[in-house]
């Protein structure tokens, strides 16, 4: 057979070649014996819940060894199915109607299963399958038969199949699964999530079409950062995929050991990469990507999960958790973000048309000072012993940063007479993230100590576009050339005045941006934890004046085409792949 | 037997781990509780029962308790469930 490509979804990257297994589960047949009586049956039906209590409990273990405890979680859902009491009471009305326990389970499970599938949510498709990977499993069980899946495969291979349960996926000799390939399934599917923490390529959606023509040992290249299946491939196919693996997995080796590197430009400039964050959890993992500090603590959670407003001793605990998760690295604290698009249930908004351009953010603080003052109180007081700074958000003007700031002089005097310990140093800088900030940078500039530009709400306001309305979604470009003018005069003005300007809006983890952002002179660059290896080595690329002439490049450029076509191709020189779909 | 109503705050609703959390607490008491829904009712000690009401973000539910340790079960999955199970509620 010639060489056959076939393409599905990139479900988990890395690419694997060798020979293909075309898994066929198992058939199960309910034998038609006549039913003992009721007791004896239900007696065996619990017996196999234990049975499969116990088989599930050992594949937890082995999947904790290789993954990580939400993936393990999946089966312990399936324990907590096998041992559920609404499935043991379906069963028992079927026993009690005079059928065998293998069809009771059977008829049961499919019960459960199709209850699940008709509830209109996604989640409950995969809990669809859940149940009928259980019901299948307690039938096998009854059924005195092994589980064999793990035994099957005789070598290396790569597992083909209509579509694999989450026993099926996890069961598998991890030393003989070279990858995954499903004609079935999507990006949510158990075999993509599984695969993904197992860190094993897959490929699932591939269609029954092409399934059909992959037989047991045809070799086979499966792409699965790509989305493709090579069957049958030639020689100069093979030696192709083998050049672009090694390529990848040594970017893949200089992009993490990079990673708690301080970042740094190829010509030695530091500059900060950070993370951010909503509590301390996230602060964990951000500490394990290396970030070097948080651009960005949201306070709002601790706002929006109760019927009142926190209290003072609550918001002191929460962030001296995060504090002391981020081991001494500087902390930039932002105050209360929310707006009548997501109210808490104890502060009154009127219906607002427009959410976005309502009572928000900074606005809602300065009206309601008790509010603001209780969060400002507990900052100080945790920030003692660690490096914390203050934003505010939304600043519009002068004015605001006024009153925000006299505001927070009357806290540092009320906690001064109160004899309260708080932190005297604590840095107070704004968020630059409407045009009006940055129109007036350089007198904001001269009143705080740092900016920080908040990227999707300055791109909105800016180039007037709400991003959830679909019709006019496709006109927010984040590397408008509207926007990046923006960017440097806030940078700029900020350095006129001896602070400094981060980032902490999505344009600053984008691979695309990051070069322009970092000629512009940005000096701090915030982004979601699982983002900043990249960025890290990414900013490694570049010595400062090349950064400096792809900045002047872009600023020069006038259509956002231009601008991403110039970054397509800057990206291709260092070696990164254009994302699929980009130009 | 006792009752309360609460609204369920948690972004997704009683399902995945929170609905599992919520089940492990409830078979922590020997009583019988049920959770209602509007018109729907289920066994709060069975996973698919708790599935099965389809509890979204901001839903209202009913948890009644009946047995020797009534208060203290609805106490405690009250506390679960206005905890947030434990997870903050950032979008």
């Known amino acids: 057979m010639s060489e056959h490509a076939f393409t599905g979804i990139a479900a988990a990257a890395g690419i694997a070649s060798g020979p293909a297994f075309t898994y066929r589960p198992l058939k199960l047949e309910v034998p038609t014996r006549s039913p003992g009586p009721v007791d004896q049956e239900l007696a065996r039906f619990d017996a196999a819940c234990e049975q499969a209590a116990r088989e599930l409990e050992a594949i937890k273990a082995s999947v904790l060894e290789r993954a990580n405890a939400e993936t393990a979680a999946i089966f312990e859902a399936h324990a907590m199915i096998a041992a559920d009491p609404m499935l043991r009471d379906a069963v028992k009305a079927r026993l009690e109607a005079g059928q065998n326990v293998e069809a009771a389970v059977v008829d049961g499970s499919n019960e459960m299963a199709a209850m699940l599938a008709g509830m209109e949510d996604e989640y409950f498709a995969a809990r669809e399958a859940d149940m009928r990977d259980v019901g299948r499993r307690l039938l096998r069980i009854l059924l005195g038969v092994a589980d064999t899946s793990a035994d099957s495969l005789q070598q290396p291979s790569i597992i083909v199949a209509q579509d694999l349960t989450p026993s099926d996926t996890a069961g598998f000799r991890h030393e003989m699964t070279l990858g995954f390939c499903t004609a079935a399934g999507g990006l949510t599917s158990h075999t993509a999530i599984l695969a993904r923490t197992l860190g094993i390529p897959a490929v699932v959606g591939l269609g029954k079409e092409a399934l059909e023509q992959i037989q047991d040992e045809m070799p086979m290249i499966l792409d699965g950062s790509e989305g493709k299946v090579i069957l049958s491939p030639s020689a100069d196919t093979l030696e192709r995929y083998q050049a672009i693996r090694a390529e990848r997995d040594a970017r893949m080796v200089m992009v993490e050991a990079r990673a708690l590197r301080k970042a740094m430009t190829a010509d030695g400039r530091a500059v900060e990469v950070g993370a951010n964050i909503g509590d301390a959890d996230s602060a964990r993992d951000a500490v394990q990507h290396g970030a070097e500090g948080v651009g960005l603590l949201r306070t709002e959670f601790l706002y929006l999960q109760d019927t009142q407003s926190p209290s003072e001793e609550k918001q002191v605990a929460a962030y001296r958790r995060v504090f002391e998760a981020m081991e001494g690295r500087p902390v930039i604290v932002r105050t209360l973000d929310i707006g009548g698009d997501k109210p808490p249930s104890y502060l009154t908004f009127d219906a607002e048309m427009n959410p976005f351009l309502g009572w928000r953010a900074i606005r809602i603080c300065l009206d309601d000072v008790p509010l603001f003052k209780t969060q400002l109180r507990a900052i100080l007081r945790a920030a003692i012993g660690h490096r914390v700074l203050i934003m505010y958000p939304m600043i519009g003007g002068i004015d605001e940063l006024r009153a925000a700031n006299g505001i927070l002089a009357e806290v540092r005097t009320e906690l001064e007479l109160e004899k309260l310990d708080y932190a005297q140093d604590v840095p107070v800088g704004i968020m630059v993230e409407t045009p009006a900030a940055v129109a007036m940078a350089d007198a904001l500039a001269e009143e705080c100590d740092f900016f920080s530009i908040g990227t999707n709400d300055l791109t909105q306001y800016t180039l007037a576009i709400d991003r959830t309305n679909e019709r006019v979604a496709k006109l927010y470009q984040p590397l408008h050339p509207a926007v990046l003018r923006l960017i440097k005069q806030t940078i700029d003005a900020s350095h006129r005045h001896g602070k400094w300007t981060g980032m902490c809006g999505e344009l600053a983890g984008m691979p695309k941006a990051i070069p322009i952002l970092l000629g512009m002179g940005l000096d701090e660059f915030s982004m979601v934890p699982l983002a900043i290896p990249e960025a890290k080595w990414l900013i490694g690329q570049f010595t400062h004046a090349d950064a400096k002439r792809i900045a002047d490049e872009a600023l020069n450029l006038r259509t956002t085409a231009e601008i991403e076509q110039l970054m397509s191709q800057v990206l291709g020189e260092v070696g990164v792949p254009a994302p699929s779909g980009a130009p | ?91």
């Open chain 2, 1 to 91: 037997m006792q009752s309360t109503t609460i609204v369920v705050r948690n972004k997704v609703g009683l399902h995945a781990r929170p609905a599992s959390l919520f089940v492990k607490a409830a078979m922590a008491h020997t009583a019988a509780i049920t959770l209602t829904k509007g018109d729907k009712s289920g066994n709060a000690k069975s996973i698919l029962g708790i599935l099965s009401l389809g509890v979204q973000q901001d839903d209202e539910i009913t948890i009644s308790a009946d047995g020797a340790d009534e208060t203290e079960a609805i106490a405690a999955l009250t506390e679960l469930i206005n905890d947030n199970f434990g997870e903050p509620i950032a979008s």
